[in-house]
């Protein structure tokens, strides 16, 4: 196996929506762990800026994290955001070292 991909995700809800964003990020992440291909899956939300949260991912192959782009859990979370996100950014990582 080659080096894993790793996704940043950062994601931004807009002020009076940080609960309800942290409540559907949340959900994701057990479903999301027992995925074919999911070595690590963990969030963070920032100390300073609270409507700040980051995933950081790592996946054994892109392959495998585009089938997870597209399951049912996402669409779930992009259905209960609507609205509700500020930004959101997704960077697709090898790593160096």
Do not use: S
């Not at 940043?8 to 994701?28: F, G, W």
């Not at 999911?38 to 089938?67: G, S």
């Amino acid at each position: 196996m080659g080096n894993p991909l790793i996704i940043v995700a950062t994601i931004e809800a807009k002020t009076d929506k940080i609960a309800l964003v942290k409540q559907e990020l949340v959900k994701l992440i057990e479903p999301t762990r027992k995925e074919a291909g999911c070595i690590q899956y963990v969030l963070h939300q920032d100390n300073e800026q609270p409507e700040v949260f980051l995933f950081y991912e790592r996946w054994e192959t892109r392959e495998l994290w585009q089938v997870h782009m597209g399951n049912e859990n996402l669409k779930a979370f992009q259905e209960a955001t609507d609205g509700a996100l500020a930004n959101f950014t997704v960077h697709e990582m090898t790593q160096v070292d």
